[in-house]
């Protein structure tokens, strides 16, 4: 089998959250882009419900050789090699990706929160880390990132736990938790008053992650990236609540385009205001 027939067809603009939307410079779109395709190819590849497992590693190891030099087999690996090359940025963010597509393939449960942030350090946190990397951005900004990419993690596996399971049987709400329910719960048409709880307590669990982020924007130089970072933030608040609040299972937890385009409006004049008020208009 070859990685070509496992691909989802999905692209950057299909994802949740801001991708190389036009907030970001054009001269730093192209790697952004040539990153997200890499990691969406290798994401389609351990998300595929029909391949089997052994076949899924071997092609994830193929992208891993790609992107090492050690083989010209992934076409999306030769590309993102290059770009890595022209921009002197380090490989580790896309083989920490790498890591967490191997976890997708292996490891179907989490035993509690913190072995779900650690899935996330590989998952979720090295994608911030590359833009800021991208942007020439300090490393000094990378805890608030990994705390906003955790809880952009952490809200997407409760907007899709029931599709996790019935389709992948993955669950990532934590064995500790959801042992108070059962498993099956999570195949049900709608969440018993107990699961949605369980749900409801992750998010305001995760909310404590928001928190930690909340000043994110505002330790960006770059402005049209920390203008991303702020509607990213604001977006990721929204959905947090909604999943306090909803039911994943038989309710929208998702935006529309027409509600980011109301929050990005709605968040603007401050950002705007915030931003020329502690730099002086830079």
Same mark, same amino acid.
């Given at each position: 089998?070859?990685?070509?027939?496992?691909?989802?067809?999905?692209?950057?603009?299909? &994802?949740?959250?801001?991708?190389?939307?036009?907030?970001?410079?054009?001269?730093?779109?192209?790697?952004?882009?040539?990153?997200?395709?890499?990691?969406?190819?290798?994401?389609?590849?351990?998300?595929?419900?029909?391949?089997?497992? #052994?076949?899924?590693?071997?092609?994830? &190891?193929?992208?891993?050789?790609?992107?090492?030099?050690?083989?010209?087999?992934? #076409?999306?690996?030769?590309?993102?090699?290059?770009?890595?090359?022209?921009?002197?940025?380090? #490989?580790?963010?896309?083989?920490?990706?790498?890591?967490?597509?191997?976890?997708?393939?292996?490891?179907?449960?989490?035993?509690?929160?913190?072995?779900?942030?650690?899935?996330?350090?590989?998952?979720?946190?090295?994608?911030?880390?590359?833009?800021?990397?991208?942007?020439?951005? *300090?490393?000094?900004?990378?805890?608030?990132?990994?705390?906003?990419?955790?809880?952009?993690?952490?809200?997407?596996?409760?907007?899709?736990?029931?599709?996790?399971?019935?389709?992948?049987?993955?669950?990532?709400?934590?064995?500790?938790?959801?042992?108070?329910?059962?498993?099956?719960?999570?195949?049900? #048409?709608?969440?018993?008053?107990?699961?949605?709880?369980?749900?409801?307590?992750?998010?305001?669990?995760?909310?404590?992650?928001?928190?930690?982020?909340?000043?994110?924007?505002?330790?960006?130089?770059?402005?049209?990236?920390?203008?991303?970072?702020?509607?990213?933030?604001?977006?990721?608040?929204?959905?947090?609540?909604?999943?306090?609040?909803?039911?994943?299972? *038989?309710?929208?937890?998702?935006? *529309?385009?027409?509600?980011?385009?109301?929050?990005?409006?709605?968040?603007?004049?401050?950002?705007?205001?915030?931003?020329?008020?502690?730099?002086?208009?830079?």
């Amino acid at each position: 089998m070859s990685g070509d027939t496992l691909q989802s067809g999905k692209g950057h603009k299909d &994802e949740n959250f801001p991708v190389a939307s036009f907030l970001i410079a054009p001269r730093h779109r192209a790697p952004v882009l040539a990153f997200y395709r890499y990691v969406r190819f290798a994401d389609d590849i351990a998300d595929h419900a029909i391949a089997a497992a #052994p076949e899924k590693l071997r092609l994830l &190891e193929e992208m891993r050789a790609t992107l090492m030099g050690e083989s010209d087999a992934s #076409p999306e690996g030769v590309t993102l090699r290059t770009v890595l090359a022209e921009r002197d940025i380090t #490989p580790v963010h896309a083989l920490d990706l790498l890591e967490a597509f191997r976890r997708d393939v292996t490891k179907l449960r989490y035993r509690d929160w913190d072995d779900l942030l650690d899935y996330c350090r590989y998952s979720a946190m090295p994608v911030g880390r590359f833009v800021l990397d991208v942007h020439g951005e *300090s490393r000094d900004t990378w805890p608030a990132n990994d705390a906003l990419c955790a809880a952009l993690q952490v809200i997407n596996h409760l907007q899709d736990c029931g599709k996790d399971y019935r389709d992948l049987n993955r669950v990532y709400i934590p064995d500790d938790v959801l042992s108070e329910v059962g498993v099956d719960a999570l195949a049900a #048409p709608a969440a018993s008053p107990a699961l949605k709880a369980v749900i409801a307590g992750l998010a305001r669990k995760n909310a404590g992650l928001l928190q930690q982020s909340k000043g994110f924007a505002r330790q960006i130089r770059d402005g049209r990236l920390a203008l991303e970072v702020d509607l990213i933030q604001t977006l990721a608040e929204d959905l947090n609540a909604r999943l306090m609040r909803r039911d994943p299972l *038989s309710e929208n937890v998702h935006h *529309s385009r027409m509600k980011v385009a109301a929050l990005f409006l709605k968040r603007l004049p401050f950002f705007a205001f915030r931003r020329l008020t502690a730099r002086g208009g830079a």
